[in-house]
């Protein structure tokens, strides 16, 4: 992604490249740095923001500034910012604070894409305003801001079966893993509808939004039996090892 460069002042919007004069909405992706948590539950704010990155073809070239890895730009017709704070989650509101101080920003135009245990796996959820709802993220956020205004999508990580802090910081399970895109490509369709509509309106067409049911023939890992194909195009089944041919387009058959 063409990261902005410096400080957009509040003027004209976008041009080329990816460089922006005017940001019309910031959206925040909540997250921990550091490897062992890129694919963990708590991270699925990131996730978001990569999806909508990699949409506008802003994916890897973020700058870091204000605590945080940011990107702006124009993107179908919307004047984004894109901000992952690098603090660890519990001190996320540091980052928020200094962005939001930089930019010049109302809270109404801020959107906080968080996980949330206490939807089941795959919801969406808008809420304009509102408590940190036991998110230590959003807790850190509505301290620093000292406000509630701000509008957050949550997305639902499922219920933990035990403790909740080992919960989010676990991995998503076989049949959870084989339909994230579908969740993190709704998601980003839903933060671009808050860009356009507005978060009622988004919340109307995305707070009942369903995700497709696990295949349950296909929840083991990837070169198990009964998982999904590996990289190598071969799927293990009861009765031996399947080679999975490339569906052509246009043709008739499964």
């Not at 990699?54 to 894109?82: C, M, N, P, Q």
């Amino acid at each position: 992604m063409t990261a902005s460069p410096g400080h957009p002042s509040r003027g004209r919007s976008a041009c080329s490249r990816g460089e922006v004069d005017e940001i019309n909405k910031i959206v925040v992706g909540l997250g921990n740095p550091g490897e062992p948590y890129r694919q963990t539950r708590h991270n699925v704010g990131w996730m978001v923001l990569d999806r909508l990155a990699d949409r506008a073809g802003w994916g890897g070239k973020g700058r870091s500034r204000d605590a945080s890895t940011i990107v702006g730009g124009r993107f179908r017709s919307l004047d984004l910012l894109l901000v992952k704070p690098q603090t660890y989650m519990n001190e996320s509101g540091i980052a928020v604070r200094k962005v939001l101080a930089r930019d010049r920003a109302p809270l109404t135009e801020m959107l906080v894409v968080v996980d949330d245990f206490a939807l089941p796996f795959g919801k969406l959820r808008f809420r304009e305003g509102g408590g940190p709802g036991g998110h230590n993220g959003l807790r850190s956020i509505i301290g620093e801001l000292e406000s509630e205004a701000f509008s957050r999508l949550r997305v639902g990580i499922g219920a933990p079966n035990d403790r909740f802090i080992d919960h989010v910081l676990t991995k998503f399970e076989p049949d959870e893993r084989q339909r994230l895109d579908e969740l993190l490509d709704a998601a980003a369709d839903a933060v671009e509808a808050w860009a356009r509509e507005g978060t009622n309106k988004a919340a109307t067409r995305f707070n009942a939004f369903e995700l497709r049911p696990a295949d349950r023939d296909l929840v083991a890992p990837p070169g198990a039996v009964d998982g999904p194909a590996g990289a190598d195009g071969i799927r293990r089944t009861k009765t031996g090892w399947r080679k999975i041919r490339a569906k052509i387009e246009g043709s008739e058959g499964p």
